[in-house]
């Protein structure tokens, strides 16, 4: 069936060494994320995507490239032979292959090795003339054609193809850095980590729960999100899942109800910034909306974000609600967030939380807790670690066990 897909990326934003850069990595990405199955070879400002022997250009193949960010677009292609024929029985060839039997085509032929004989502009018009005679329900339309069937002959390789599927762009995840989603069970944060690797962003995830009152089912729905995002990812996935109960249980003790949800968005913070240093993450993520709940006012966010001198990206900050529902629909992580188990914070959401609170007086109440820097380096010795690669766990240890510097 088809040969090779043509890969369309687009440069916008990237010039001289930094194109060198976003090309290459493009090029790694893709066959990491496809495990090696294809080769990959770039030609004229395009990347063609070879099939290793025995491999199908399938439907499936063609899913995980798009899942590839810096893609524009994909096109499935035939070889041809630099001769008139067997360009015109290849492309009735995948006419009919596909089922194309009626509506609107144009040609777009370019040659660019001038070795072959017929020039673009009469290689459109004899190619359009004999796709007519062959298809009689075919018409051509020269301005908004349903089909646009591109014929290249180029030195190194001529094809032809008609497809032209669009995909995610955005840059090659390892283009940009690296930072540490903090991914609760919501819809919200699955979709500021999809959003941020978009932007090259090599990732790991920080989750915090509550055992035994929320354990393995929450894993589990934690695990399938993890599960879902590496699908876009070509490394190895990190998913650090902490143990919160402890240090939860410490800030209940202070009775200070109203002000219990900011206390352990402040040691989450506390705690994930440490993990940082631990994977090299630059940043912070968090799927944090302006004003959505009580919680998440201005005044709110400074004094939780005052826990850390990290840099915290929120990348939804400004959505509104329907647009990142409608995203996690897209990206297949919805169906899971809705899942009905709860992640650690929920569980112990105090019924109204402050919306005014004060840096100094949380840090006076932070204080009365003795232990809690203890409490803290407890839960995340004891966090638990999984490896995702492309959809399956491949290895998860304890923390503590291979604690040191995780370049990965
Ligand atoms: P989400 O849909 O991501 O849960 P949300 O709108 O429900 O977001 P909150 O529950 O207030 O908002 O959480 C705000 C952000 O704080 C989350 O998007 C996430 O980044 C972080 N967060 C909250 N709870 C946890 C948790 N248990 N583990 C890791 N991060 C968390
Ligand atoms: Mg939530």
Known sequence: MYDFVVIKYSEIGTKGKNRKIFESKLMNNIVLQLNHSVKVKKIYGRIIVFPKDNIKIDKKMLYSLKKVFGIKSISPAIEVEKDYNDIKNKIIWLLKENHVESGTFKIDARRTDKSFPIRSFDLNKKLGEDILNEFNKLTVDVHKPEYLIKVEIRQELSFVYFENIECFAGYPVGAGGKASIMLSGGIDSPVAAWTMMKRGLKLNAISFYSPPSNGEKTIFKLLELSKKLSEF??????????????????????????????????????????????????????????????????????????????????????????????????????????????????????????????VDKIKLMENKIEDIKTLELNALNNSLVYIIKNGSIIDNYVFSEKEGLNNE
Request: proline share 5%; with cysteine; hydrophobic share 40%.
């Open 233 to 358: 990812y070509p490394f190895n996935f990190y998913h650090y899942i902490i143990p919160f109960t402890e240090v939860q249980m410490a800030i209940k003790k202070l009775k200070k109800d109203s002000y219990s949800l900011i206390m352990q968005r402040r040691s989450m913070l506390r705690i994930a910034s440490k993990l940082a240093w631990h994977t090299g993450s630059a940043a912070l993520i968090t799927g944090e909306n302006l004003g959505q709940v009580a919680s998440q006012t201005l005044e709110n966010m400074i004094t939780i974000s005052e826990a850390t001198d990290m840099l915290i990206l929120r990348p939804l900050i400004g959505y509104e609600k329907l647009d990142i529902v409608r995203k996690s629909k897209e990206i297949g992580t919805y169906d899971i967030s809705i899942l009905p188990y709860k992640d650690s914070c929920v569980a112990f959401l105090p019924k109204s939380p402050a919306t005014k609170s004060f």
